[in-house]
């Protein structure tokens, strides 16, 4: 061993201790004829004093940021102490030192406030895994995956390994293929989840399964995804929705307790997709903060169950209201003092072609009770009042409202929203909120191809009340303009998303497990019977032996960390990332490979720019 | 939740409590008017009794092997116990009983001694999972994993995720590749090991790191290979040989204790790689066992150390000894009265062609201290007796010679003897005897392109006293012939391996962690300065930047589990494996892709046979 202690261990309590330290310098300081050195080590920093007597030895050799040192010396109390850190009551009077290895001047400085660039640092990530802040999210990672392992392991779930080379059944996302070399032409793919094997496993009566596991999606990356990623896939015999909210509930608690050292006692809200859709604007809801929707106006297809407000902002001959298919509003609390330029900026906001409406209309709740609008021409101030009601606005509230095309201006309301709660501080980083979203459509409809694709996938359940109007109706669309009048547009799914803070940190199903609606449901995808069984005869073999209820959920591990650790981007919290290329930048892969791999795996190139 | 209790919980205490279970049918029994139904879970089994008031029910939905049921009853005492069973004191008189899924008859019986083929039951894994053999040895896999983890976290150990979409460097092995679609006519390769990573993050700083990962090398398949293997991947800062070994027997002992409720409190010993081939005639000894080798001749130049013990056996005339390279022998206790039919049978043992020699030689050491020995015609009883000294055998023995090509007849020998302990009943599946084997040679000659290549991998260290010898002198041979002269065949590597039973299951090394030295590695395995730059320039660029000294070890997971369960074959701990083919027989992969997946990664098919 290089050490006796590591560079976070020694305190007052071992003064006159004879040590051997190893670590990195993080910084020299020369106060003339006496040298202190920060040692770093993953454990903590300690300082080092380098006497008068070893100047000329320090001369010969001088230390420079990063080198590797091993000194031996003595533990002697400070006389100026530091309280900010764990070791700040001592330092080590060096006796000898021994420069392990050198480095030559780093291309950025290693501390939080870092000056590297992202590029420069992901083509260095070895030196920025160096710094503090990314040492601490990759050890809270750990942490957190220690934490649902103890969990799950009490609650006698089973880790089991399922293969990574597997077979393509490309739908949904594509698959990454790998070519077999002992099977020419042939590929296996990498999986995109572990799901038909997690099922296969509770056919196999493994009863409690879990697995921290990559997973692979070949996708044109946006801003935080990566090619691979972890999941934290689970699945449950014989149990239902219930049993695997309340399991799911208990993981979630018990990690905040470990990682973040939170109670979280309080009940966890559950809340249809219908009504997350309807308050929120979309199906992951931010709950920290309140500002609920008010839907003036909306398409009665899109919520049968809801009645109109329609009356409220009619007949006041304001074209862009009566145009438009959508009119939702919200209620920002004590902005009514909004400035000119500031409700101009909110607009020109709303107007950026990545939320692409064409404008807003806002009212201002004076502290008076009076209303200040932009539509004051159309609309007199008992009718403002009336819309104010609907909205749930109060005195020095100010109204913010966008119309036009539903899925779009439900989408702009929805950020929009979440813009000013960050604007306001709503959005804390410390404050955690969790959520179910329950009730999902079973099918999305997909105008290309006129036909029903699996909003979650292909394997989970109808809920039980819907079951009969699955195995009851055929999957046709005759009239693709009214697709929503079909049985299918009103079959929920039993399906569950885990949300936190307004990120999808979780999602499952209770899954089918009779083979006939396993096949209703290919059928209802388009499949037709050949390609069931090429693609998942396995699985509807599987189900002809005793295939018991299960169901299960994934949480992406990745994203997961990340919000626990108070940042939205999640390649914080991955060792070894890649960028939106798909390239790690610092082994620069992918890269080309010899022609005797070309001739071995029997494939070539078919570049269509050449 | 579809059950009150498992299959495997209910006791004589739970008397007269009402429960519900779910499991699957595993037995039914009709006595008469009433029914005895077996139901399995993971859990055990319960044993249901259906009384006579529910016969014509079960006339009606008749239940059938493998059948998944539901039943509610009373729990009662047994009149005829069943002290084999945890549960054996109790039955389940039902009430009511509810079918949840049906089975047909399963191609195989689900029991351990199963009349399914291999190939029957790598299709059907699914059933064969199902199986309590499969599924005590997937319970192991998971509480040695489990253990480890444990022993690994208290060590200070952090488990950091590596990529699995990396560089290919094809050295060694052979890497699976995957096309990047963004990146067309570059690709990623599946890592054989995370073996740059693991150092890198050591240059980061993390100082302790494990995983338990998988691996893939894409190798025609011997009997019991997989092309993707679990490692326990571990690598520390700041050691020496001497602090992994003894970490490393502690996680050994730790999984003992914890899976096996081993005390293995005995020294764990230890071998020199030369003195293995010496005295056991490979690498990987099983010293469960004595039965040493007695070298009676070799070339001086494979064992330079060692002196000859050829006057013994020279000058008698006899040829296949004269003419032999190599002549080994060892005494199998208590076997001098084997008959004929034993040593002929031995005999053709040896010339099999997967031992390939042309002959064996015995000598019965008899209880009356006479000699007689198939070479009685060229040695005198004075001259088999002093071969009995030198071999050690005792009155009663049997010595058994191999005579050929040093390379050969050493592997021959050593196959020999570890058949012999198996026939002797030596070789006990509950003894378990590690051993620690150390001083390998660093490079081994390839006579193809008379080159070095590593005997373990690029990124090993020389033992500290050999670096000189190293950096000292060319790696160029310039007389094949002799290549065993070359400075670099002395070379010893700073490496270890873990052998249990006769079985690698762990190798690791000191590694290097200066640039130049690792500069001068790749040189002396041939790789010029581009190829090093285009293949590890991110390795030697990280050495450049204060690498701190390190090393690590990996355990193949898959094997050490089977040695662990008392089997000599690794298919039988994995959920899912692959055939000798590659092929996973039960999803049927890998398979064709679509023409759509070949036009995206622009690559085709260019196969040999069309």
């Not at 999986?191 to 596991?213: A, C, E, H, N, W």
Request: aromatic share 10%; glycine share 8%.
């Amino acid at each position: 061993m290089f050490r006796s202690h590591t560079c976070g261990a020694l305190r007052l309590s071992d003064v006159n201790s004879k040590v051997t330290l190893a670590g990195w310098v993080q910084t020299v300081r020369k106060f003339g004829s006496i040298s202190f050195v920060d040692l770093r080590d993953r454990y903590g920093i300690t300082q080092l004093l380098f006497a008068e007597s070893l100047q000329s030895l320090l001369d010969d050799q001088p230390l420079g940021r990063e080198f590797v040192l091993q000194v031996t010396g003595t533990v002697t109390e400070r006389s100026n102490k530091n309280p900010q850190m764990p070791t700040g009551d001592v330092e080590i009077a060096v006796e000898k030192f021994i420069i392990l290895n050198k480095s030559i001047t780093p291309p950025f400085t290693i501390q939080d406030d870092t000056d590297g660039g992202d590029d420069l640092r992901m083509k260095y990530r070895f030196l920025d895994l160096r710094r503090p802040a990314v040492k601490k999210n990759l050890t809270l990672r750990y942490e957190v995956g220690r934490s649902a392992r103890n969990y799950l392991h009490e609650q006698q779930f089973m880790d089991i390994e399922t293969p990574f080379l597997i077979k393509s059944t490309p739908e949904g996302a594509r698959d990454f293929v790998v070519p077999s070399r002992m099977n020419p032409g042939q590929f296996y793919a990498l999986p995109q989840s572990p799901q038909t094997f997690k099922q296969l496993l509770m056919v196999s009566g493994y009863d409690r399964y879990y697995q921290i596991v990559k997973c692979f999606r070949d996708e044109d990356l946006r801003a935080d995804r990566q090619p691979e990623f972890t999941q934290i896939d689970c699945e449950m015999c014989f149990v239902e929705q219930e049993d695997i909210l309340m399991m799911f509930e208990g993981l979630l608690r018990r990690i905040f307790k470990d990682v973040k050292g939170i109670d979280y006692t309080e009940t966890i809200q559950r809340m249809s997709w219908e009504e997350a859709m309807w308050t929120y604007g979309n199906d992951k809801p931010d709950i920290r903060f309140e500002m609920k929707l008010c839907n003036l106006k909306f398409p009665s297809h899109a919520f049968p169950g809801k009645s109109s407000m329609e009356a409220r902002i009619s007949d006041a001959g304001f074209k862009v209201f009566d145009d438009a298919e959508t009119v939702i509003a919200f209620a920002v609390p004590g902005c009514s003092e909004y400035t000119r330029k500031q409700t101009d900026e909110l607009t020109e906001w709303v107007k950026r072609p990545q939320i692409g409406m064409n404008g807003m209309v806002f009212i201002k709740c004076n502290a008076d009770g009076s209303f200040k609008s932009s539509i004051d021409k159309f609309y007199e101030p008992q009718k403002l009042e009336a819309i104010a009601t609907a909205v749930n606005a109060k005195a020095g509230d100010l109204i913010l409202i966008l119309a036009g095309n539903e899925e779009k201006t439900r989408k702009a309301i929805s950020d929009l929203r979440l813009y000013m709660g960050q604007q306001l501080g709503l959005r804390k980083v410390d404050e955690f909120k969790l959520l179910w979203v329950l009730d999902f459509p079973l099918f999305e409809y997909a105008e290309e191809g006129n036909r029903w694709v699996a909003r979650h996938h292909p394997f989970t359940s109808p809920h039980p009340a819907d079951i009969e109007k699955m195995i009851g109706n055929s999957p046709e669309i005759r009239n693709p303009s009214e697709y929503l009048k079909h049985p299918y547009a009103q079959i929920k799914a039993n399906a569950y998303d885990m949300v936190l803070n307004g990120n999808e940190i979780g999602g499952g199903s209770i899954r089918i497990f009779q083979k006939e609606l396993q096949q209703k449901m290919f059928a209802a995808l388009g499949m037709d019977e050949a390609e069931q069984q090429n693609k998942f005869g396995f699985l509807l073999g599987a189900f002809e032996y005793g295939a018991p209820p299960h169901g299960g959920i994934a949480f992406g591990f990745d994203r997961l960390c990340a919000i626990l650790g108070g940042s939205e981007s999640i390649r914080d919290f991955i060792a070894f990332p890649k960028n939106n290329s798909g390239r790690d930048m610092m082994i620069d892969a992918p890269s080309g490979i010899d022609q005797q791999q070309f001739d071995e795996l029997q494939i070539k190139l078919n570049l269509k720019n050449q």
